[in-house]
């Protein structure tokens, strides 16, 4: 069974704090994703990468930063939470270069930023 | 540029009637479509898929969607709605035009599907 893991399905942080998700995938998949999800705005892209230490921004990358050392692994950084970032993080992954390439998406991280 | 619509925020049902959850989409080159279900604090789940073929596409749990390219859209379908179907419901679209970028999916803003008893 394909598997994405979220390292915390619940999180509370201070502002200004500095704050990691994992995301890991057991499916050997080039591509990984990072959303955001809020009520009213539907999937939001933050970034997504396609290989080992490859990286593009997506839609709103603004205040995040990523890293992706091994190929399974995928971590989304919020280099000082404010408040503004509290949402529920998706992380997802698919293959590279297949017209069947759905996502698989983990479970979701709800962050909050007091 | 890729988009989705989903016009309808919100989409009540009784328990054994049919259901429809609207989509439509904007891309350049053929389209590759997506169904995408999410229950309460949980991640997106995947339904069915339009790549090519068959306009009508048959999915899990009894939904099947139907691709219309005339009319861009691609409406989520159930002959007999159950409970259980309340959920968020998502649809998505992929540019599949070559070399489009890594397999990026465009999603809409999901429709909160509620089934009544």
């Known amino acids: 069974d394909v598997k994405v893991t979220q390292s915390s399905r619940y999180l509370v942080k201070r502002t200004g704090e500095k704050v990691f998700l994992e995301c890991v995938q057991d499916m050997d998949h080039e591509n990984m994703f990072w959303y955001r999800q809020d009520p009213g705005l539907g999937l939001r892209l933050i970034y997504f990468?396609?290989?080992?230490?490859?990286?593009e921004k997506g839609d709103i990358p603004e205040g995040y930063s990523v890293s992706r050392e091994k190929k399974e692994r995928f971590s989304l950084i919020l280099e000082s939470a404010s408040t503004n970032q509290t949402s529920m993080y998706l992380c997802?992954?698919?293959?590279?270069?297949?017209?069947?390439?759905?996502?698989?998406f983990g479970p979701g991280t709800r962050l909050t930023v007091l | 540029a890729q988009s989705v619509a989903q016009p309808e925020d919100q989409v009540n049902v009784a328990e054994g009637n049919p259901l429809t959850v609207k989509c439509t989409y904007s891309v350049s080159g053929n389209p590759y479509l997506f169904w995408y279900v999410q229950y309460p604090n949980r991640g997106l789940q995947f339904l069915l898929k339009?790549?090519?073929?068959?306009?009508l596409v048959k999915g899990s749990y009894g939904f099947e969607a139907e691709f219309n390219k005339s009319q861009t859209s691609f409406h989520l379908k159930k002959p007999s709605a159950l409970v259980s179907d309340s959920a968020l419901y998502f649809c998505?679209?992929?540019?599949?035009?070559?070399?489009?970028?890594?397999?990026?999916?465009?999603f809409g803003r999901g429709t909160q599907l509620t089934v009544w008893p």
């Open positions: 339009y790549i090519t073929g068959d306009n």
């Open positions: 997802a992954s698919s293959l590279r270069d297949s017209s069947y390439n759905e996502q698989f």
């Open positions: 998505a679209v992929r540019d599949g035009r070559r070399g489009s970028t890594l397999g990026r999916l465009y």
């Open positions: 990468s396609y290989d080992v230490k490859m990286k």
